[in-house]
């Protein structure tokens, strides 16, 4: 199994936001984790980067475990939260930058994902000067660029017109046929139901 998470519990000022959860994840496909905001599904996907150190259980990536704010044993592209961008630079250094932390900046790939979220024209762009649906697309672009072996997208729509999530599901069926794995939490069912292999359900931190 590619990604195991065993018996995962986290508490946060007192309240338990993760509540013993297991789960299995495959390579080349595509899993959806439906819930509500606050169910504990961010926090699924902080937990599996290695985001946020767990009270018990493991996350295991490839057979390794995954160590809280550690190197991961995989290429893992992310979306969790506000990107983390410089918005008084652009697009494209931006972009140059987070790739180029491991040496994994594909000009080609770069460029086809650019382009194919219309984003091509405002690369030299500064980030700032982005809408909010623009900083959503640059930031799917990142978290697939470097052709990322795991990726983990929580609420990746958010702030996309219905052209472009169509573009976004489409691009995501284009991974998985790649090979690659995919986690996408969401409260949008409607969107995971078009692409997703197997759907997950988040309440009150537990995983069913």
Do not use: W
């Not at 729509?157 to 219905?162: C, I, K, M, Q, Y």
């Amino acid at each position: 199994m590619y990604v195991q998470v065993r018996n995962l519990t986290k508490t946060l000022k007192g309240r338990t936001v993760l509540k013993d959860v297991n789960a299995d994840f495959e390579r080349g496909r595509i899993y959806g984790v439906v819930g509500a905001n606050g169910s504990g599904k961010t926090m699924l996907l902080r937990a599996v980067c290695g985001f946020i150190r767990p009270d018990r259980g493991t996350v295991t990536i490839n057979g390794k475990t995954v160590e809280f704010n550690r190197k991961l044993p995989d290429m893992v592209g992310v979306i969790i939260e506000n990107p983390g961008f410089m918005p008084s630079e652009t697009a494209d250094a931006n972009l140059r930058y987070l790739a180029g932390i491991n040496h994994t900046y594909d000009e080609r790939e770069t460029t086809r994902l650019l382009t194919l979220f219309g984003l091509n024209d405002h690369r030299h762009e500064k980030v700032k000067s982005f809408s909010l649906g623009m900083r959503q697309k640059l930031a799917i672009v990142q978290a697939l660029m470097e052709h990322q072996h795991l990726i983990l997208l929580d609420e990746p729509t958010n702030g996309l017109d219905e052209h472009s999530v169509d573009i976004f599901l489409n691009e995501m069926k284009r991974q998985r046929d790649m090979g690659r794995t995919a986690i996408i939490a969401s409260h949008h069912s409607d969107e995971l139901n078009q692409i997703a292999d197997h759907l997950y359900t988040m309440t009150d931190g537990k995983l069913g």
